[in-house]
């Protein structure tokens, strides 16, 4: 199975801060991995897929990039509606794998 | 609009059965691999299982392996999941999901989610 380490696991931070959130997966998936923001009591929102295409309607300040088994989601500038729950989750091979989650959190 | 609502949770005791619907609607159903995925109490994401649209391949989680069974009626725009022998550790809120997938991996990571719906099981 591939492994999704996703790191940190929570972060504290301001309005207009730059958030990174890091995903390694333990073996080679392309560009075969999406982002998701959960929030408290709803289901998770598609952000990221293909590692770096920006889901419609999804603000810029946000953006993936990475391939193979590096792979990174940015904030550019935080925003209050932005502390949320993020997890990766490739999707390269069967068992579909989640990160472990990143809870974003107000400093 | 896409929609999906899952139907179907609820308390059981540990080695019942229940099933779960997924219940779609604003899109052609049979033309998309569909998901479950779950997420036990103040826990993360965990993916259980998934179907292409015409049934051709299943996958499973080796943690319900055996044990659930995923399942779709395109008339009815539905999909389903039957859970038996269930366990405590199977108590999570359970979401249906949509995605495009083959024999072997998914093209897309799952985009429409349902808000799911809750499984309880008591030991």
């Known amino acids: 199975d591939i492994q999704m380490t996703q790191s940190p696991s929570s972060l504290s931070a301001s309005v207009g801060d730059r958030v990174t959130i890091t995903c390694r997966a333990s073996?080679?998936?392309?560009?075969?991995l999406g982002w998701y923001q959960q929030k408290p009591g709803k289901a998770p929102k598609r952000l990221i897929y293909?590692?770096?295409t920006l889901q419609s309607g999804v603000p810029s300040t946000f953006s993936g990039s990475g391939s193979g088994t590096e792979f990174t989601l940015t904030i550019s500038s935080l925003q209050p509606e932005d502390f949320a729950t993020y997890y990766c989750?490739?999707?390269?091979?069967?068992?579909?794998?989640f990160g472990g989650g990143t809870k974003v959190e107000v400093k | 609009e896409v929609q999906l609502v899952e139907s179907g949770g609820g308390l059981v005791k540990s080695g019942g059965s229940l099933r779960l619907s997924c219940t779609v609607s604003?899109?052609?159903?049979?033309?998309?691999?569909m998901t479950w995925v779950r997420q036990a109490p103040r826990k993360g994401l965990e993916w259980v299982s998934s179907?292409?649209?015409?049934?051709?391949?299943?996958h499973y989680a080796d943690s319900v392996k055996g044990r659930f069974t995923i399942s779709r009626d395109n008339a009815r725009n539905s999909l389903y999941l039957q859970m038996n022998s269930l366990r405590a550790d199977d108590t999570a809120l359970y979401y249906c999901?949509?995605?495009?997938?083959?024999?072997?991996?998914?093209?897309?990571?799952?985009?429409?989610w349902g808000q799911g719906t809750l499984v309880t099981v008591s030991s």
């Open positions: 999901a949509r995605l495009t997938c083959s024999s072997n991996s998914c093209y897309t990571p799952p985009d429409y």
């Open positions: 179907i292409t649209g015409t049934s051709t391949y299943i």
């Open positions: 604003g899109f052609t159903f049979n033309s998309y691999s």
């Open positions: 073996q080679g998936i392309g560009n075969d």
């Open positions: 293909a590692a770096s």
């Open positions: 989750l490739q999707h390269n091979t069967y068992p579909l794998t």
